[in-house]
Structures are given as C-alpha cells and as structure tokens.
C-alpha cells in the first residue's frame, strides 16, 4: 500500500515531464539503433544496376559464399575470438581467485585497482608497447639474441599466436571483473565446509566454485567474445597483412572500395555471428541477457 | 585454496608466481611504451641510447610532442569530442534512469533490455550503420529539400553521436543502479519539510546521484577517449588521438607517440586518483 | 470549533477492489497526543498519508487549523511528519536537516543558524549542528527527526510509528521522552502504532482502527476499562476471550455458557438476549486467585490446575486450565508476591468480579 502511494508521488506528474523523459531515450534508440540497423539490411540487401538504380538482391550474401577468402577470413575470425575466449578465462580465473580469495585487506583492493589501470589507459597504447616489445628490432628479440637463445632478431609480430597475445591482454580486465564479482559472493564457509567433509582442490572447483562463478563466467566470457570480434585495432596492427580479421573486411568495403552494399551484408553477418554467440551462451549457461549486461 | 584453509609452501610459491608474472604481463607493455619515450634514438627500440627528453620538447632534427602541431591537435579533438559525449551520455543516462525507476508504463522491460543492447553489438558495426543511415538522410535532405546537411557527413558530429549510441547504455546502467537504491521517503519528508518538487530534485536527489553521475561522467570521458572502432568509421578529416595514432603506428612510429601516450597514462592516472579518492564514488 | 487542529470528515480511500479509509471521520483537540492504533494493514497509514497530503482523499475533506486541504500540495500544508525509518537526509548533516525546512522557505541563513541551535539545545541535543547522521545514536536520530520538523512550528506533527525499528530499551525511554517534548512543545501530535502499550502510555485520546474503520475512539481509561467492541477489548491489553451463547440474560448480566460448558457471568456491553451468540472478555488482573474457593466469595468461583508459570517481574501470570471444562485462563500474580511459590499441577481456586467482565453480542459481518 505504502510503496504503491510512494512511487505515484516520485513518479513524474505532468504531461511535459513525461514526454521529457521519453523523448531522449526514443530518439536514441530508434534514431541511433534500430533505424540504422534496419537501414543497415535494407543496404545489404540490393544490388546496383546502374548508376543511381537498385534492386532487391542477395547478390552481396552470394558473393559472401561464392568468394572463399570472405568466409575463411568470418570463420577464422569466429575460431580465434573462441579461443581468445577460453584463454583470456583460463589466465583470468587464477588471478580473479587470488585477489578475492587468497589476498586480504589493503593487498586485496590495491590488487584490484592495478588491474584496472592498464585499461584507464587506450587500446593503442598498450598495441604500441606490444609492437615496440615484438617487432624484429624490439625488445623481446633483442633479450633473445642477448640471451644467445636466438642468433638472429626473430619477427615476433604478424603470427596468429601474436594476435591472440594481443586480445587476451586487451580482453583481461572484462573478464576479471565479472569473475572477481562473481567469487566474492562465494561464502568462504561453504569451501570450508567442503574441504572438512572431505573434498580435494578440484572436486571444490567443479562441484562448489564453478556452479557458483557460473553466471560470472557467462558474462566475461559473452563480453569479451564481443569484443574480440568486434576489435579491429589489435588484429590489423599485431597480425599486420596477414591477421585475415572480419573487421577489416568491412572496413575495406566501407572506407577503401566505397562499396557499402557489400560492406553491410558482412556487417550484418558479424552482427548476426555476435548475437548467436551471445545468445548461445546465455542459453548453455542459464542466464538471462538484463543481468549479465549489469555484472558486466 | 582460500586465505583461511591450511595451504603447502609449494602452492603459496607457485600461486604467488603466478600473479606476479600475470602483473608483470599486464604492465610490460605500458613500462615500454613509458620507458622508450626517454630513448635518445629515433626509433622506439632498443638498445638504450641514453636518456633524453627531445620527444617532449624537441631537439636538432627532432619534433617534441609540445611541437608536434597535428598530434596536439588531435588531442584537442579527442578532447572535445569526449567532452560532448560525456554531457550527453550523463545527460541521457539520467533521464532513462528516471525513466527506469520511476515511471510505470506497458514495456518497460523491453525498453530497459533495449538500452542494454548497444553493448553487445560490435562497435564497427554501430559504426557503419550510423554512417549509412546519416547519409541516407543527408541524401534525402539534398534530393528532396535542398538542403546540405553538413554534419550528417562524416567527420566530428558524427562520431560524438557515434560513441554516445553505446556509452550511454553504460551510463545510464550506473545512474539507474544507484536511483534503484535511493529511498524515496526522502523526498517525501523533503516534501514535506515544504520543499517544491524542483527544489526536492536540486538538493534530495540529485545530490544522492551525484556519485554516480561523476562516476558515468568519468567513464564516459575516457571512453570516448579511447575509442576507435566507432570512431574510425565516422571520422572525417580532422582525426582524434586514437586515430592519429593509429595511422602513424602504420607507418613506422616514432618516440612522439611514447611521449604522447606517456602523457595519456598520467592523465589517466590522475583522474582515477581524483575519483577513488571520492568517498562513496566506489561503490558503483 | 476554534479549538480543533485536524478534522478529518467522512474521508473515504480506495485502492481497487480494497477500501482502506472507510467513511472515516475524527477530531483532534489543539495541544493534544492523539494515537491511531491499529494492527499492520488496517489503513492506519494511508489515513497518516491523506492527512499528510501525500495521497487525495476519494471523497470527505481533511481540515488542519479549520481549513480545508483539498487540492493543497503536501508541501503547502502545515504538517509536518516523523518517517517511519526517519527518512534523515544522509547527504547533510544535522544542521542541514534541522534547517532544511527553514532554507526552503527562504530564511536568512543567519536565522536559520539561530533557530537550528535552539532547537537542537531543546532537544537535548546541543551543539550537534556539524554531525553527520550515520554519527548519531537511534535515539539521537530520533530527536534530529523531531526537531527537524518542530523547528516549522506546524499547526500538526504526524508520527508514523517512529518507534518501531528500535529495540526494546531505547523505545521504553523514548516514549518517555516523546511524551515530555510534547508536553514541552505543546504541538499536537498525531501518532499512528500498532504498539497498545505506545498508545496506551503517550496518548491522551486513542482511536483503536480496523479495516478502514475506527472501533472506538477515548481515552485510554476508556479503552482498557470500557471497551466497546470485541476488537477493542481483544486488541487493547491482555484479556482472557471466552466464546457460547447467553443462556440468561438482563440490562446488567449476562450468563454465558461456553460449548465446553463453562458459565461465566459478566457484564454485558449493549443488548443482549438469551439465546445470542456472544463472546465475553476477562481481563488478568481482575481475577483472583486463592487456596480456598471460600475466600473468594460472593464472586463466581472456579478451580482449576496450573499449566505453567509465565514469570516476567511485575508483569508474571500462570495458566490455569479450569479443572472441568479445560478452559485455558491467564490470570495475573498478585504483586504481593502471594502466590509466588505455585507449582505445575497445583489446584488452585480463582474468581472474578461479573461487573469487572464485559461481554458482547457476536454480530456476524
């Protein structure tokens, strides 16, 4: 009775108040989002005829299928942000763990806020220190020949494994902190109850921690795939010509072809590619999209 | 296992080695890029040359950063561009977290789902169907009306809308979370203490939110700052640092953009010294 | 009627299919403490809101110093309110909150300063201009969230159980307190509780409410001694109920006779006939207890066996089941501290006075 009489009096009376709160978010979403993005398959999907003169096509999508080099580069794309995925997890977990586990007090916050600070500062700066630490005359080689491990400076830069260096790095913070959210809810009593009934490190993981960590690791995990698929910067500068990232493709079509009928249709593959995923792995872990984006 | 559970020496060494190489991992690459800005070479890489500071102030041959006129002019453009984002994200982001939290109408989770899904749509891909779509109106604003309409091409106005169509999500998810929170029986005894209703939005609520409008503000700024997948696509000729940035690295860099990023890790620093030190800035 | 603070007319509030203020009408006299007592639900709240302006009466008219508040905004009426949880401004400190009614009505600061430290001296609370809130002790809370609102000098102070969050010590003491800066003061107060012993304690008049209705509305003499309804006389202090039909009946006695068979006599409140289905009300304290029924004439005797002792000081009782019926009483322990040396299983006689035993006519609704 209270909370109903309460909300009528905080909530907004007048018409004009009203429509003041409404307006911003309906231009911002029908004007930003959702027309764009109709417009977007609208543009995907017709052909030019002649100058100035279009039809209904799925000519863009065929060309898609036709032409390898587009769906090896989309299939390549989706196989390494999965395993970027997976390996930004296995890194993260640890680290999450020690900070909310095993480190206490002052150690723990300032853990935490280390973490954070690689990501206060831009993707292209870290990408720089990547490439200045990579590159045939960076510093890792140089250390290698220093070493006498290597005779000559070694190209570090421009293999796959140096681009998924690259994304993990980029991706570790979305993932620590949903995972750090996640374990600080996990009741110490509980491993504690578990390790005096007798239970080992690895049946506490999978049978305690795991299921409890689940919705944190389904939040990291969508997150940074999103990400990962998304990214342009780390793959073009790290993997250089070779990095066959989507992307790229559709900045090709878009910026340097001009050709924006095709350049839609692949964006509108990766968009659909990113909402499957996201949507799979809500479905595989149980999780409903509202509360994953706020732990995000 | 956990800080309470008896643990052997072995596995306190391995787990404390561990995080440390995983710290290590995560601050290689900005100790290079900070250390590399003072290398008196022309090429960020080693061996170390000695120490210098031509990069900031120039020296024979050299350009310094402080001289580098492009460059500070693109930080000027990241500047303003992130500026406009942030007014506008905090802006909106207030107004749908009243919306949120305080109006009951027919779809309301629909729409808070719908504020949601700018996050997980790749930031290209918001990138180009802004850019197509604005184009299409300038097109139909020049065919049909006769108007040129300057800033739906690409170039700065694009890209602060650009970044504003997903920032705003994560503002407004910040500004919501703590409205959620607040008890609205302060504003009924401010009410009735004999305050207006705007003078119970002035100095109830809106100085409750104000952690959290800092907070967004803050996020908002650095990343419209540090944006480029959005960016890249809508940018027209006048670059932001990340662009600028980007397009030298492509062509070989040079200690200037040490020297640059080294002033953005300051700056960066600071502003989250200046926000932890907050108290209540943190819970969010 | 110049001497009326708040008059609430034929005041009628729905909520969908539920009424929660029913035709409800009430005066309160000016300088007085008056209480709404009721348990949890039965509108006690939405009255307190209606009067505070928060919510629109349906239909009746609220009237505060003899004018009518119909269409006045809650922040234009001269009432003030103590929350539930206080509803302390968390952001200000005590200073601020005590001023902040003044600074909304644009007060010189230095007024405002002056007028925020004498109120918090006569709050007993010198001196606390500059404390944060979360500094504060409950009880200090308390006299912060008073004073904040005094400090108006409104015609009215509404108090939406105040007491409640907090534990049984510092309400004990703040009720003593509450009652001795109204005294102070002379504001009237309206408080609303679902605590009888609140009520009981602090109020000169009290309304007992149920279901959008009041029951009864008197002093709380009136209420303990003369209840006038079944609810009353349950809801109002401990009382043994027993329920049967009248088998005999006049204007000054009733015999009731209960399905288990017990007679009991008492004193009936309205009409009654023989053959009515009614309920009768026998408070602790006015049964006796003794060791021979002979010392407890002329009154009705009974006898029966001790189920278990209920020791709390000054309050102690026992539970006696009457030995051929099994009725469960509650019955008081002499403060003499006769009596105190029972046992389980004990026999003892006990009897009450009819006239000091009320019944009533169970009307079906």
């Keep these: ?296 | ?284 | 009627m110049p001497d009326l603070d708040l008059e609430v007319d034929r005041v009628s509030k729905r909520y969908g299919a539920h009424l929660a203020v029913d035709d409800l009408s009430l005066a309160v006299g000016r300088g007085s403490f008056f209480s709404i007592l009721g348990p949890s639900g039965c509108g006690k709240t939405t009255l307190l809101r209606l009067i505070a302006g928060f919510l629109e009466p349906d239909s009746g008219d609220v009237r505060i110093g003899g004018r009518s508040m119909r269409g006045v905004l809650p922040n234009r009426r001269p009432v003030n309110m103590v929350f539930q949880h206080l509803a302390l401004f968390p952001m200000m400190s005590v200073g601020e909150n005590v001023g902040y009614g003044l600074a909304r009505r644009g007060a010189a600061q230095p007024l405002i300063r002056e007028r925020v430290a004498t109120m918090l001296k006569r709050v007993g609370l010198p001196g606390a201009e500059g404390k944060r809130i979360d500094q504060l002790s409950g009880g200090q809370k308390h006299r912060v969230a008073i004073a904040r609102s005094l400090v108006l000098e409104p015609t009215l102070l509404l108090l939406d159980e105040p007491l409640g969050a907090l534990d049984l010590k510092l309400r004990e003491h703040m009720k003593i307190e509450l009652k001795q800066l109204q005294a102070d003061f002379g504001t009237t107060f309206v408080y609303i509780t679902h605590d009888q012993s609140e009520a009981l304690v602090l109020s000169d008049h009290v309304a007992v409410m149920s279901a959008g209705r009041f029951e009864q509305v008197g002093t709380p003499q009136e209420l303990y001694y003369q209840p006038r309804t079944p609810f009353v006389a349950g809801f109002v202090g401990a009382n043994n109920r027993l329920t049967g039909a009248a088998a005999r009946a006049d204007g000054h006695f009733v015999e009731l006779e209960s399905a288990q068979g017990l007679t009991v006599q008492a004193r009936p409140s309205g009409p009654i006939a023989a053959g009515d289905v009614v309920e009768a009300f026998v408070r602790p304290e006015v049964v006796s207890l003794a060791h021979d029924a002979a010392e407890l004439a002329p009154m009705q005797r009974f006898v029966g066996r001790v189920e278990s002792l209920l020791f709390d000081g000054a309050n102690s009782a026992v539970l006696l089941r009457e030995l051929r019926t099994g009725t469960e009483f509650r019955v008081a322990l002499p403060q003499t501290g006769e009596f105190a040396d029972l046992r389980e299983g004990e026999q003892v006689a006990f009897g009450f006075d009819p006239q000091r035993a009320v019944c009533f006519e169970v009307t079906r609704t």
Aim: with cysteine.
């Design chain 2, 1 to 284: 296992m956990i800080h309470s559970l008896p643990r052997s020496l072995l596995t306190r060494a391995a787990s404390g080695a561990y995080v440390a190489s995983f710290f290590a991992f995560l601050f290689l690459p900005l100790i290079v890029v900070a250390v590399f800005a003072f290398n008196d070479a022309n090429y960020p890489a080693p061996p170390w040359r000695g120490f210098t500071a031509d990069w900031f102030i120039g020296g024979v041959g050299r350009v310094g950063l402080f001289a580098d006129r492009p460059l500070l002019a693109s930080l000027g453009t990241s500047a303003i561009v992130a500026a406009w984002v942030t007014v506008l994200s905090v802006a909106v982001g207030a107004a749908n977290a009243f919306l949120l939290e305080r109006v009951r109408f027919r779809g309301k989770s629909l729409l808070a789902l719908a504020m949601l899904a700018p996050l997980v749509i790749p930031g290209v891909i918001l990138g180009i169907s802004i850019l197509a779509f604005a184009s299409r109106l300038a097109q139909f604003a020049d065919d049909f009306i006769g108007v040129e309409l300057e800033f739906l091409r690409p170039g700065l106005p694009l890209v602060v809308i650009g970044q504003f169509s997903y920032i705003v999500s994560i503002a407004t998810l910040m500004i919501a979370a703590r409205l959620k929170r607040f008890d609205t029986t302060l504003e009924e005894a401010a009410l009735n203490l004999g305050a207006s209703r705007a003078g119970v939005l002035r100095t109830i609520t809106l100085p409750y939110l104000q952690p959290a409008l800092v907070g967004a503000g803050a996020i908002a700024f650095l990343m419209s700052f540090e944006n480029f997948n959005t960016t890249l696509m809508l940018v027209g000729s006048d670059p932001p640092l990340t662009v600028m940035m980007y397009g030298r690295m492509r062509e070989g860099a040079s200690p200037v953009l040490n020297a640059v990023s080294l002033f953005l890790m300051i700056a960066s620093a600071l502003l989250a010294l200046a926000l932890l030190q907050r108290p209540d800035a943190r819970q969010d």
């Design chain 1, 1 to 296: 009775m209270t909370a109903t009489a309460s909300a009528d009096l905080a909530a907004p009376r007048t018409r004009l108040a009203l429509f003041l709160l409404f307006a911003p978010a309906l231009i911002w979403l029908l004007g930003l989002i959702v027309l764009p993005h109709v417009d977007l398959a609208a543009l995907s999907l017709r052909a030019r005829v002649a100058p100035r003169t279009y039809e209904f096509s799925f000519a863009n999508y065929r060309t898609f299928i036709d032409e390898p080099l587009y769906w090896h580069t989309f299939v390549r794309t989706a196989a390494m942000s999965i395993i970027a995925t997976a390996c930004t997890l296995l890194i993260a977990f640890p680290t999450a763990w020690y900070i909310v586990k095993i480190a206490r007090g002052q150690a723990k916050s300032m853990l935490l806020v280390l973490c954070l600070i690689p990501f206060w500062v831009s993707e292209t700066v870290r990408t720089l220190g990547w490439m200045i630490l990579l590159r045939e005359s960076g510093v890792v080689p140089h250390f290698l020949v220093a070493l006498g491990i290597t005779a000559q400076p070694v190209e570090l830069l421009y293999h796959d494994a140096t681009i998924l260096v690259g994304l993990v790095y980029t991706s570790l913070l979305f993932m620590i902190v949903p995972l750090a959210n996640a374990l600080e809810s996990l009741d110490d009593a509980l491993i504690e109850a578990a390790y005096d009934l007798g239970g080992n490190a690895w049946s506490i993981l999978r049978q305690i921690v795991i299921p409890h960590a689940a919705p944190g690791i389904a939040a990291g995990s969508i997150v940074v795939f999103m990400l990962t698929l998304g990214n342009y910067l780390t793959p073009t500068l790290l993997g250089g010509k070779n990095s066959l990232w989507f992307t790229e493709q559709i900045y090709a079509q878009f910026i340097t072809r001009f050709n924006w009928e095709q350049g839609a249709a692949f964006g509108f593959l990766l968009l659909m590619l990113s909402t499957a995923i996201v949507w799979l792995g809500l479905a595989v872990s149980g999780q409903r999209f509202g509360d994953v984006m706020r732990r995000a």
